[in-house]
């Protein structure tokens, strides 16, 4: 094993480490503890940048060639995202929620062939760098939105626990029809969903991929804390649900503040991904392949995920939209995006398809 997977390795168990002590802080309520758990993750965001600047230097070009140097660069951005964007106001759980974002993002990158190979001809471009690594950026900032969007959605769901609001003492009042159902379906139903979804990957792999070390990472690294995470929710919402509940405030900021926190997440990435992704992508594509726009699935997929965004924002603008339909909009984006990342590459055919390599 090298340097850089040892590196990588211990970086994913920092972050382990510092989901299980944000946990601990948030039950103890000690900012001692809180700290520490902040180190560990800055440890382990810190190990995996080491380790992508050695493979960067063994390899001679950016590590963003492949499925596995994407989801891994992609993982170090949002933890650094995470630390910046909190520095001056703590949210412990947020923290948490995506250090075991990182994780899952390092585990499914685990199923990828993780050696560095020669650059094919189209991405022999310094054009390789600003579009991926800017693109790369916008996207953390999303996963930060993501985790921010179900945090909020998990916040309304147990204010309708309550008899009435823990901040200004008065009666739950949804913002629109079916709003208590819409976080449920948010909360309860997303890591099932991704639960499904990632044991039904591994069972694929154990069929028909030639190494089967690619199904036992997965699951591994994967399917298993994912399954013991979905049921530990599953039991805190159904035996524990009204304790959580009077503890809300304490568990995280009021709704409001999350709601901005989701603004200003997106209100981040946004330029960053339409810069990178579209604008950059574009001229690329007249670099390598002699236009700017072929309607390849990538580029229409990250389309998909600019009017998404787009959406958003003029829901927030123009509209004046907050709460909780922003915040599941929010939780939707982020999965679009991730299906462009990781999606097309797998499902669909194109002119990137060598990012699966």
Sequence with gaps: MTIEMILFFVSLLTYVASFLVYAFSIASGKTSIYFLARRFYFLGASLATVALILRWQESGHPPLSNMYESLVTLSTFLAWSTLIFTFSSSIPLVEGATAVLAVLMIGVASVFPQNSTPLVPALQSYWLHIHVSVSFLGEACFALSFALGYLYCIRRLLESDLESSANAGKEFMPSFPGEVSLCNGTVLGLPALFFCGMAALT???????????????????????????????????????????????????????????????IALGYPLFTVGAIIFGMVWAYKAWGRYWGWDPKETWALITFLVYSWYLHLRYSKGWKGTGLAVLAVMGFLVTMFTLFGVNLILSGLHSYATN
């Design 203 to 265: 069972f694929k792999l154990y069929n028909s991929a030639p190494d089967e070390s690619q199904w036992r990472n997965l699951a591994f690294f994967v399917v298993t804390p994912l399954g013991v995470f979905t049921a530990g929710l599953f039991l805190a919402f159904f035996l524990y649900r009204k304790k959580l509940a009077l503890m809300v405030d304490r568990l995280l900021p009021p709704a409001e503040n999350l709601d901005e926190l989701i603004y200003r997440a």
